[in-house]
């Protein structure tokens, strides 16, 4: 659906959902692989226990939503914690797992996921996804950064092609911190969370909003402000994360078919 409707680039990461993401995609664009850029991330990795469960998933899932376990409720012994790893050996071996599960022989954008500044500013990783791309396995590389201060440090090293930042009515601060300098190094920059991550969404009530953000009065005024020109809040924070020219492509966290049919009706 979303590549009938104009969609072409597609933001995945080995970590989400222990590898099913990329492979969801890997088997979507099997067949259409020209037609779609795949941005995929890597640095983050699993302790053996949480590849085990990875593994078996598919056999557990019907029983945990059977049995309607949410995975915040799961034991830690069960989830188990993740850790980082940027060393150029661990790199390149998530890589050629990334291009396996993505069934590819090359990935159009390879990020650093998340990197603290004391990484993003060492020169190891650069210098192994260069070898990588001279190999001709990734066709680019760049950095999806926590916060708009570190998107600002990586912008500042220099050597990327690209960097994402949190960019939305909610957390504009990468305007300023970040797009001119981007803009002026001739880096990309791809914009995330312009729904605030879900926060942006109307059916949360004001006693839910205080539970969930400390942002929740400029959400309420943002709400208000919508309503008084008659367009929804999401539709405001869309038209918003796309005005900037800096902005090369906006990423939407979608979840269902109805979450695309709306975001084509916004932008309409
Ligand atoms: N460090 C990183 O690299 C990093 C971190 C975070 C995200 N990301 C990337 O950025 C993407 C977007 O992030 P995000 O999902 O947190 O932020 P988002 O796009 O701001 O928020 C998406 C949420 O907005 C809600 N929503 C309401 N109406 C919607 C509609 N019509 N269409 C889409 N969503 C609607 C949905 O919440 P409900 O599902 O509750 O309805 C959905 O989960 C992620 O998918 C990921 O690729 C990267």
Redesign the pocket.
């Known amino acids: 659906m979303c590549l009938e409707a104009g969609i072409n680039l597609y ?3 080995d970590m989400y959902s222990q590898g099913e993401s990329e492979q969801l995609i890997g088997a979507a664009f099997r067949d259409q692989r020209d037609k779609v850029f795949i941005a995929t ?1 890597g640095g983050y990795c699993l302790p053996g226990r949480r590849k085990m469960i990875a593994r078996i998933k598919p056999l557990v899932r019907p029983l945990v939503k059977a049995m309607g376990l949410k995975r915040e409720r799961l034991p830690a012994s069960v989830s188990g914690s993740i850790s980082q790893n940027f060393e150029p050996g661990y790199l390149q071996s998530a890589v050629e797992a990334s291009l396996r599960r993505l069934r590819t022989d090359y990935i159009d954008l390879y ?1 650093l ?2 990197p603290p500044p004391s990484v993003i500013l060492r020169d190891d990783w650069c210098e192994a996804l260069q070898l990588m791309k001279d190999q001709g396995k990734i066709r680019a590389f760049g950095i ?3 916060s708009p201060a570190d998107a600002a440090t990586a912008v500042s090293r220099g050597g990327i092609s690209s960097v ?1 930042v949190p960019f ?1 009515l909610l957390d504009p601060e990468a305007l300023t911190e970040v797009f001119p300098s981007a803009s002026a190094s001739g880096i990309g920059v791809i914009a ?7 926060l ?2 109307e059916t949360l009530s004001p006693e839910e909003l205080k539970a969930k953000t400390e942002k929740w009065e400029r959400i309420l005024t943002l709400r208000a402000e919508a309503q008084q020109k008659g367009k929804p809040v ?1 539709q405001a924070a869309l038209r918003y994360s796309l005005q900037p020219s800096e902005v090369s492509v906006t ?5 269902t078919p ?3 049919r ?2 084509l009706r ?1 932008l309409a």
């Open positions: 933001d995945t990461a991330k990020q996921h998340s999806a950064a926590d994402q939305g995330r969370g312009c729904f605030g991550g879900g942006l969404k999401l990423i939407l966290g979608m979840h109805q979450h695309l709306d975001i916004m």
